[in-house]
Structures are given as structure tokens and as C-alpha cells.
């Protein structure tokens, strides 16, 4: 399987109509039992949340996905969509759902949002509306076992993925990658992003949020909500449906291990 050869110093690839995209997955919530809700973050611009708790009241594991932080990143949206339209996350756990963070950078098919923000980075002191509306919602949240952010990469050669994790080796990561690759090249590079791998498409970068001026949503999360996180990559230079299907593969992956379904 090869690149498409589209991205020369950005993302050029397949855009996606997000809000035909968040209407199907708002039909399609509602015929899976989740509950939704809006925050309104400035003129214009709304918030999707998705909450749907463990079946008949059990205990369950805390979930919790996001997808959409960048405008250039469709993969994350459509992956949404078909894990909700294929009811393809456990019914005995509590899970939270963020499908799209950054709507009005999908407008524009750029990174960034409607202001120039990079939302992504904007989580140590939250200026931006969007994220101070994320954040705002997070802190209601209880503790999160685990959490799993979906992001593509136009300048990768294959699917790869960051751990945040303390505790020891889990098996998560290395059950995400054998889940995508039936489906996607993972990136061979010994150093991707700048970092070195651990294993091919295993990246576990230093975990000192302090040490950084500006957080992504993974720093917030660890520091406030969770000691298990992974941002997943899809390399955004192969076709849209290749992209989304690495990014469903590595969500069942990681939650059929960890869930042990």
C-alpha cells in the first residue's frame, strides 16, 4: 500500500462536509443510547459531547475519545461516526465522547481555528473559547481509565501512536498497532515527529507536562484526569478511508484489550 504523494508542506487531501458529518452522528447516537449535549462557545460556534453510561447501572471502566482538534484531520470525525453507527464500543462501560473540537477549522480545512489558534496547544492556560469550554466540560468528569485521542499526520509514512503511562507496560500500544496493520502501513522510522520509537509506531514520550509552555489535550488529560493516554495517528497521505479504518482498528484494539472483550 502506498502514499498518495498529496501533501507537500501540509495537508492536501480529502475534505469532509463536518457538519453533514456530526448531523449523521448525532441520528446515529440516538438509535445507540447516547446522550447529547451543546455548549455554545461563542457566536456560532457549538460543541458536540456524547455520554452513554454503563449498561443497567454497572460499575463499568471510564472511557473517554476525542477527534477533530485540528481542522486538516477528517479521519477523526468519520471514525466517530462509524464506531457509534456500528455500535462498536462496550456496553459496560461509561464512555464520553468528544467527535469534533475544532468545527470551524474544518471549514477552512485548516489546523488551526477560525482565529489562527492552534487548539492543540492551548491546554496549559486556556485562552482559546473552544478549549475553555473542553476543559470546563472535563472537570465534571470522574476519573478516566483510559483515554484515546484521534489525530492524523499528513507528513507520516504510516500509523504510529503516543503512550502516556506511568504504571507500567499495559499492552495497549502493542495491541493497537497489530489491530491497524492488517488495515495500514504502521511508520517504520526509528524517529518519528522528532522523537525516538520505542517500537515501530510506539512512541513514549517524556512525561513531565511541566517541562512544556504549551500543553495538547493528552497533557491536560494526564494531569488532571487520567494515567493512561494515547494519541493515535493516522497517516493522512493515504486515502480517506484507509485513515479512518487505521483509526477504528486501533480504538477497538486498545478497548478490546483493555476491556477484555
Given at each position: 500500500m502506498q502514499g498518495l504523494g498529496l501533501n507537500h508542506g501540509g495537508y492536501h487531501g480529502e475534505r469532509i462536509d463536518a457538519p453533514a458529518v456530526l448531523r449523521s452522528l448525532v441520528a446515529e447516537a440516538g438509535s445507540h443510547d447516547w446522550r447529547q449535549?451543546?455548549?455554545?462557545?461563542?457566536?456560532?460556534?457549538?460543541?458536540?459531547?456524547?455520554?452513554?453510561p454503563a449498561a443497567e447501572g454497572r460499575p463499568g471502566p471510564n472511557l473517554y475519545l476525542s477527534a477533530g482538534i485540528h481542522g486538516d484531520e477528517p479521519a477523526g470525525p468519520l471514525a466517530m461516526l462509524e464506531l457509534v453507527r456500528s455500535?462498536?464500543?462496550?456496553?459496560?462501560?461509561?464512555i464520553w465522547l468528544c467527535p469534533c473540537l475544532n468545527p470551524t477549522g474544518f471549514m477552512a480545512s485548516t489546523r488551526e481555528n477560525e482565529d489562527?489558534?492552534?487548539?492543540?496547544?492551548?491546554?496549559?492556560?486556556?485562552?482559546?473559547?473552544?478549549?475553555?469550554?473542553?476543559?470546563?466540560?472535563?472537570?465534571g468528569l470522574p476519573r478516566l481509565d483510559l483515554t484515546i485521542l484521534l489525530h492524523e499526520d499528513w507528513e507520516s509514512a504510516g500509523f504510529y501512536l503516543y503512550e502516556l503511562n506511568p504504571d507500567g507496560p499495559s499492552g495497549l500500544a502493542e495491541s493497537m498497532i497489530a489491530a491497524v496493520r492488517p488495515v495500514c502501513p504502521i511508520d517504520p522510522s526509528p524517529v518519528i515527529d522528532g522523537r525516538?520509537?520505542?517500537?515501530?509506531?510506539?512512541?513514549?514520550?517524556?512525561?513531565?507536562?511541566?517541562?512544556?509552555?504549551?500543553?495538547?489535550?493528552?497533557?491536560?488529560?494526564?494531569?488532571?484526569?487520567?494515567?493512561?493516554?494515547?494519541?493515535?495517528?493516522?497517516?493522512?497521505?493515504f486515502v480517506l478511508s484507509v485513515r479512518v479504518a487505521a483509526l477504528v482498528a486501533a480504538v477497538r484494539g486498545a478497548i478490546g484489550k483493555f476491556t477484555g472483550i
Open positions: 449535549s451543546e455548549v455554545e462557545v461563542a457566536p456560532g460556534r457549538r460543541l458536540l459531547f456524547l455520554t452513554r455500535d462498536g464500543l462496550p456496553r459496560d462501560a461509561n489562527g489558534a492552534d487548539l492543540n496547544r492551548d491546554y496549559r492556560e486556556p485562552s482559546t473559547p473552544e478549549v475553555r469550554a473542553h476543559v470546563e466540560w472535563l472537570a525516538e520509537t520505542h517500537a515501530p509506531g510506539i512512541i513514549r514520550p517524556p512525561m513531565d507536562p511541566t517541562s512544556r509552555p504549551q500543553w495538547p489535550e493528552a497533557f491536560w488529560l494526564y494531569q488532571h484526569r487520567t494515567r493512561l493516554s494515547y494519541t493515535i495517528e493516522a497517516p493522512s497521505d
